[in-house]
């Protein structure tokens, strides 16, 4: 019997969720299998880091570590989205401008997250502006130069025909730039968005006395292997919860006009 | 009155290698109100660069360009002009009705009032089943269709074309003819047009003008006094396209 293409996309998600399952499996059998080897200071079982995380998460202490992470990572990015999208139109828009600055975007790429984490704590100390400065200078420069290269892409009939209606600037911007820079962008963001969340836990690790990153730090230090591993496995869920419930709908929603890529 | 009148219009363009292209000459060009007025020629006759001058994208060096009697430089109606080019210049990213809307959007008008007016335009132009698909959804006679919503959407007095059906099926091209013809006379709109398409010229036009290229300068001017609608398989029609061709 022929399936219909709905009953085959079914089958496909179906394969593939179960192929997910499978391979988590795998993982964590690997693992307890390691563990049984190993002292739990090196290497402590799943079931036992999984018993210290269920601990961990009804302590009150944890959602705010939990939050001020989330927060910090948040405001950088914020920043980082609105000084890279108008430096990005900016550069895009003049070509003096652009040619002027292009060697600094590359020194700025160059120069490792960790170096801005040890500028950060110089400059900013044991706050939260630390991690926030590291998070912006880590995904500013991403989004940037996403929103550069996207303008650049803009088809110059588009701003003839809007020369025919006489639309404003601001108009060609807001109907015009933005919705077609808005792919790269939202690629560049949510590189960047990865990126500033994995280096605001180093930035945390050095410079701040709260969050996941000081937490990690202080486990590490008193030797305990399994509350590493179980805020480890709580930034992964939250990672996880973000690219499946925020990012994957929004950009299904927002590029919905886009041509179906043939199968 | 003249909606649009041409003074001995004349352009040139800096070439990159420094020298002056000299584009148009010495054009004089009337376009009576409710007419629909052709402009064929050979390429690099300047075709595009004229109906450029007349829509105010680019400046004339010499002449004078008058839109409803009025100097070009003081006339400040531009929405009563629209413009629609070769390309469909659909944005990807807006539904049919969206596309439509946009010069409404440009005139600042209210959300509500758009809606009523782009409904009357997608049904002007049967398109109203197709309100909100996306450009890659439709087909090249549906794209065209909703190209010229676009441009009939502010209501204008002046619509300009620049060869907008060349890219389509001869049997779709016919039938934005029809539509072209009906929506003029519904509307009570002129047209100016640019084609190289010398029987689209005669079936289209009350007057055809015809240009010479290098510089572009008037050749010819003809008025087509036959009755609308005009069959190109009709000797009448058939006979000025000759007589055309042999202008050109």
Known sequence: MKRSPLQMTQDRRLRLIGLRLLLLIVVIGIWGIGSLGAPAFILPSPRRVFGVWTQLVITPGFWADFGITFYRIAMGFIFATVVGVVLGLLLGASRTLGDFFQPLLVVINTVSSSIWAIFALIWFGLSNWSTIFVVFMTAMPLILTNVWQGTSTVNRDFIELAQTFRMSRLQVLLKIYLPTILPQFFAGARLAFGFGARVSIVAEALGASSGIGYRLRQAADLVQTDQVFAWTLTLVILMIFIEAVLLKPLETRLFAWRKPRPA | ?248
């Open chain 2, 1 to 248: 009155m003249s909606v649009v009148q041409l003074e001995s219009v004349g352009k040139s363009f800096m070439r990159r290698d420094g020298e002056q292209l000299e584009v148009l000459r010495n054009i004089d060009l009337d376009v009576p109100e409710r007419s629909i007025v052709a402009l064929v020629g050979a390429s690099g006759c300047g075709k595009s660069t004229l109906l450029n001058i007349v829509a105010g994208l680019i400046p004339p060096d010499q002449g004078t360009v008058y839109l409803n009697g009025q100097k070009s430089s003081a006339f400040r109606d531009w929405r009563s002009m629209t413009y629609m080019f070769q390309e469909d210049r659909l944005f990807p990213w807006r539904t049919t009705a969206q596309n439509i809307a946009l010069g409404l959007e440009a005139a600042g008008m209210p959300r509500a009032e758009r809606r009523d007016r782009v409904m009357q335009v997608l049904e002007l132009v049967g398109l109203e089943k197709f309100a909100d698909s996306f450009p890659h959804e439709l087909s090249g006679g549906m794209r065209s269709r909703a190209a010229l919503g676009r441009s009939l959407v502010t209501e204008p007095s002046i619509l300009l074309m620049d060869e907008p059906f060349s890219k389509l099926d001869p049997s779709i091209r016919t039938q934005m003819h029809d539509e072209v013809l009906r929506i003029a006379a519904l509307r009570q709109m002129s047209v100016l047009f640019v084609t190289h398409d010398v029987e689209e010229a005669v079936v289209l036009a009350n007057k055809i003008v015809v240009l010479m290229p290098r510089p572009g300068r008037v050749k010819e001017t003809r008025e087509i006094d036959l009755p609308y609608p005009r069959n190109p398989l009709s000797p009448e029609v058939a006979e000025e396209v000759r007589l055309l061709r042999l202008s050109l």
